[in-house]
């Protein structure tokens, strides 16, 4: 194929893409520098930046993001390799069962956070309170726990499938107890899975947007950084530091997935490769 | 979406007949749905009126008033847009600005919305437009500030503040109707006591017990120190919030609560349509919320779901205070950049003329015009207008009144003294602290 | 290609006695995962809210299925399950067409500064949605697309395009070249041969795009929110939004309206379950 015939097929699809994410992504971070005021541009520079790292809010939002994914880590990560390790063996039990768990993730969050709404209702649902503040953060990883486990779940079993029949014979042979055979076996050959499963699970607490949205409209401790930005912008009129706040979410999840990658194939090869 | 079915298995011709049957479909179905597909018309010769009456009946009513309007001037047809309430004042609203296929005409809330709009210079000045009888048929104080250009109409007054009681209940334990909020209080403790949740709320959205409190603290501190706290303008200090402190003793005396009804907290958590529900079933004896409560009263009893008489009173009031209450205007505006500021006018004067609000009023509006009185009928409505034609200093809900911003912190600090995790000091520092960061930020 | 789940060369493997031992716990777990989905349906069908709440675990006393009526007199339900049909579908044609063009010439070795777009398009993939945002809202606007059908299918197809870009353009390079080369020494042009030879054998692929690309768009609730504020054209989530915060005070009619929205995905579900769970799978982890 000749280099134009390359670029024909390539351009379109790339044109969409730059026109409705990667223009608007860089605008993002000019509008948070510059703002337009009766015609005439006004620098703001890093202001806005300054104003948003001393902002409580934002602060106490980026926390909550933090907090979320950490907890989303024992629910959605550990529960679903929990689940992998359970469901291995290939029964037929095992196979409806699999489906069973994944049918959440097909959900949208909207729905799952509507329904748990009603089944956490106060005054009149089945188990009143557990959205309260104090538990909010809590509850709302259960919840993404719930819709996402399984998923994990399909990863890990995808890892687990990939592990050499020998290998796991030589460890029984060996006399490995189930535990021996998944720390010192299994675990060390899934680290591939396990990077992608940790970015995942990263990306997603961080891009976390309908759940809070839905659940949480106004309580503290269930504002994120993803649903703070949209009030800011829209709610309360401040477009420049709604884009600022855009930016710095952008720059963490980005920062955050390209040094996270980095980190976890450096940090972990090593301790394997040690032990 | 299966990778095990394959088209190659099917004869050739087959496949042929199935690929033209499925153009056949998509060009079918693109025809179908054409009008979902289209985009909004961008011709400049229509008249765009954006509003967000939902309902069947308002917009019957809506439609009626379009209705005559395209008969006297059939060459500019009107588009209606309407949105979800919600959708336009958090988005709609400013969204409607941008863009090359803006709104001629839209629905807006009296105070900070219309304020930002005329300094944009989103709004028209319509006095030119207007006589003095078009305007003498409004109540003067909903028209917005007496000087300067006359940017917005007003249809409606809604009160934020009422108390809707559960009169069955209040007979059943001997108590009466509070005349002060010391009485208020006492009768709040009394139904605790027994094991009743005394009064509902669902504060999830922060705006239905903000607007409460806004109307305490200003009733104890007089309009003008209300907008001054508000504006940052002097120091918000314990002494100062002490009309705030009803809510601090109604989380101290569990008020908000009740065993198997509502836990602790629970407020928090509900939104203004579960309390709604709550109230409406008969599990509380009291539920502070707005006039527009009157439209689901009337629906509760229309389908025989209303198993209690109930009776409605305003915020009792402290001896010695100011009479002020909280009102909510909405009306309408004319966008400034309009291609037909007459007939935008010309629309708004029909639409607001007695013919129409008679209509409203009808469906337990509050209708901002002078003989509003002669033509509504119902029995609370009227109770209402008699209310509102008390006097009483003004005061805007803060959402309305101030930047959302500001509104959103006051907010804040009446959800956070309801559920006991702030007292009056805590929240005259939280609310000082505040300060600096939203004047930097309205620059 | 596509994520293996089990062994190849394990066959249905016999349950021991050891997995016995723990199917009550494992079919208890199961039960607790399907409860809310349940709950959702059979709330749907009961007459009032105390009988949502008083028996949850019940069956309803009598079916109430005007309630699904309700949802879509009142919520307009019909309206948006259209209009999402119409934008999931024009998405997916959308995503499939320009995902495979540039994933067939993404997926030449030799192709110019290929590393650097692939680089690129996982970039996009990785960015959150807000941080593009508020531009968006004001290039469609300019595009006179704002409020419309279209600039929700356009923002999905951009949004769709990296993961499919990925997928497709990994699975191209795995294509012996030698085919291109035998195409070419029959006299077939890079666009014959891409339409009657590569994207055919692309299918394994293409379902997986179709699969990630019809959840996330049926899914999709911020763009939607944002980007359609008619509620004549909403799609599913943002009109089911809208649905609950304006009307209803009546449970039922709300999870009736929730039931519509899952049915459709759950039935697809159902049929497919091994290419949906291999397909979101796949979509997460190449890109």
């Known amino acids: 194929m000749s280099r134009r015939g390359q670029a024909l097929f390539f351009a379109p699809g790339m044109l969409v893409f730059a026109l409705f994410v990667l223009l608007p992504a860089t605008q993002t971070w000019v509008d948070s520098v510059v703002v337009w005021k009766q015609g005439r541009a006004e620098w703001l520079g890093l202001g806005l930046y300054k104003m948003a790292l001393a902002d409580g809010r934002f602060q106490r939002a980026l926390g909550s993001n933090l907090v979320y994914f950490l907890w989303t880590l024992l629910f959605e990560v550990v529960a679903g390799l929990m689940l992998a390790l359970g469901l291995e063996r290939n029964t037929r039990w095992n196979q409806w069962l699999r489906v069973i768990f994944f049918a959440p993730a097909v959900l949208s969050m909207v729905v799952v956070g509507l329904v748990f709404g009603f089944l956490f209702k106060d005054g009149v649902g089945l188990l009143p309170g557990w959205l309260n503040e104090g538990n909010a953060l809590l509850t709302v990883s259960l919840i993404s726990g719930w819709a996402s486990a399984g998923f994990f779940m399909v990863i890990f079993l995808g890892g687990l499938a990939g592990i050499p029949e020998d290998v796991l014979e030589a460890a029984r042979l060996d006399g490995a107890s189930a535990w021996q055979t998944f720390w010192f076996v299994k675990l060390p050959l899934l680290r591939e899975v396990v990077y992608v499963a940790l970015l995942v699970c990263f990306t997603g607490a961080f891009k976390a947007f309908d759940l809070f949205w839905v659940l949480f409209r106004n309580q503290e401790e269930g504002t994120i950084v993803g649903t703070l930005l949209v009030r800011e912008f829209f709610q309360y009129g401040h477009p420049a530091y709604g884009s600022a706040l855009s930016a710095i979410l952008a720059a963490v999840v980005t920062a955050g997935t390209i040094l996270g990658m980095k980190a976890l194939r450096w940090g972990l090869d090593r301790s394997w490769r040690s032990r | 979406m299966p990778a095990e079915f394959s088209f190659a298995s099917l004869p050739s011709r087959a496949r042929r007949g199935g690929r033209i049957l499925a153009w056949a479909l998509v060009v079918l179905a693109a025809y179908a749905f054409r009008e979902r597909l289209s985009l909004s018309s961008a011709s400049r010769d229509r008249l765009r009126f954006v509003h967000s009456f939902t309902t069947a009946s308002e917009r019957a009513i809506i439609d009626d008033a379009v209705a005559e309007f395209q008969r006297a001037h059939p060459e500019l047809p009107v588009d209606q847009i309407a949105f979800n309430s919600e959708t336009y004042q958090n988005i709609g609203w400013r969204l409607q600005f941008q863009g090359d296929r803006q709104s001629d005409v839209f629905f807006t809330w009296l105070g900070y919305k219309t304020r930002q709009a005329d300094q944009e210079g989103w709004s028209l000045d319509m006095k030119p437009y207007l006589s003095a009888e078009d305007l003498d048929q409004f109540l003067p104080s909903t028209l917005g500030p007496s000087s300067g250009a006359l940017t917005f109409l007003p249809q409606s007054v809604d009160l934020s503040n009422l108390i809707w009681v559960n009169r069955d209940c209040f007979r059943t334990n001997g108590l009466i109707e509070p005349r002060t909020r010391q009485e208020w209080l006492a009768v709040s403790i009394e139904l605790r006591r027994r094991g009743l949740l005394a009064l509902v709320q669902g504060n999830r959205e922060f705006w239905p017990m903000g607007n409460l409190g806004a109307e305490l603290l200003g009733r104890s501190v007089g309009v003008e120190s209300l907008q001054d706290l508000f504006m940052g303008r002097i120091p918000a200090t314990p002494q100062r919030l002490e009309g705030l402190r009803l809510l601090v003793d109604w989380a101290r005396e569990g008020c908000l609560d009740a065993p198997g009804i509502l836990s602790p907290g629970g407020i928090g958590t509900l939104s203004d349509l579960d309390a709604k529900v709550l109230f409406l079933g008969g599990k509380a004896a009291q539920h502070p919320i707005g006039s527009w409560f009157t439209a689901d009263i009337r629906d509760a009893k229309d389908h025989g779901e209303l198993r209690f008489e109930p009776g409605v009173f305003s915020v009792p009031p402290n001896p010695g205070e100011a009479e002020a209450r909280v009102a909510v205007i909405t009306g309408y505006q004319v966008n400034r950049r309009t291609r037909h500021p007459d007939l935008a006018v010309d629309f708004l004067r029909r639409l607001l003329s007695r013919k129409y609000q008679e209509r409203f009023a009808a469906l337990g509006n509050l209708s901002a015009r002078k003989d509003a009185v002669a033509f509504t009928t119902e029995p609370i409505p009227r109770q209402l207008l008699a209310l509102l034609a008390r006097p009483a200093a003004m005061i805007p809900p803060p959402d309305t009144g101030y930047s959302p911003e500001r509104a959103a912190v006051f907010y804040e600090i009446c959800a956070k003294l309801l559920l006991g995790k702030l007292d009056l000091d805590g929240a005259a520092r939280i609310w000082t602290e505040q300060q600096p960061s939203l004047a930097q930020k309205e620059k | ?287």
């Not at chain 3, 959150?128 to 299918?153: C, E, K, M, Y």
């Open chain 3, 1 to 287: 290609m596509e994520v293996a789940m089990t062994r190849s060369s394990a066959t249905a493997a016999r349950a021991t006695l050891g997995d016995r031992l723990m199917r009550p716990l494992w079919i208890l777990g199961a039960l607790a995962c399907l409860f809310p989905v349940a709950w959702m349906f059979l709330g749907s069908v009961k007459k009032t809210n105390q009988e949502l709440y008083d028996h949850p675990f019940s069956l309803p006393q009598s079916w109430a299925w005007e309630n699904y009526a309700q949802a879509v007199r009142e919520g307009r339900m019909g309206d948006y399950l259209v209009n999402s049909l119409l934008v999931v579908a024009l998405s997916v044609v959308g995503t499939v067409v320009l995902g495979a063009w540039s994933g067939y010439a993404l997926g030449k070795r030799d192709f110019p500064w290929r590393a650097t777009w692939l680089g690129v398009i996982f970039l996009g993939s990785i960015l959150p949605v807000q941080a593009t945002l508020f531009p968006l809202i004001r290039i469609l606007q300019t595009l006179g697309l704002h409020d419309s059908l279209w600039a929700l299918i356009l923002a999905y197809i951009a949004q769709s395009l990296p993961p499919a870009i990925w997928l497709l353009a990994a699975y191209f390079q795995s294509i012996p070249r030698d085919l291109e080369e035998a195409a070419r020494i029959d006299g077939a042009s890079a666009w014959r041969f891409y339409t009657s030879i590569l994207f055919p054998i692309a299918k394994p692929a293409i379902a997986t795009v179709v699969v990630i690309t019809c959840l996330n768009t049926w899914n999709e609730f911020l763009l939607a929110m944002l980007l359609v504020l008619d509620p004549m054209k909403k799609t599913l989530p943002a009109g089911m939004i809208a649905f609950e915060a304006a009307h209803s005070t009546f449970y039922p009619a709300l999870l009736a309206g929730l039931t519509l929205i899952s049915v459709p995905t759950l039935m697809v579900y159902a049929l497919f379950n091994r290419q949906v769970m291999r397909g979101m799978v796949a979509g997460a982890v190449k890109s």
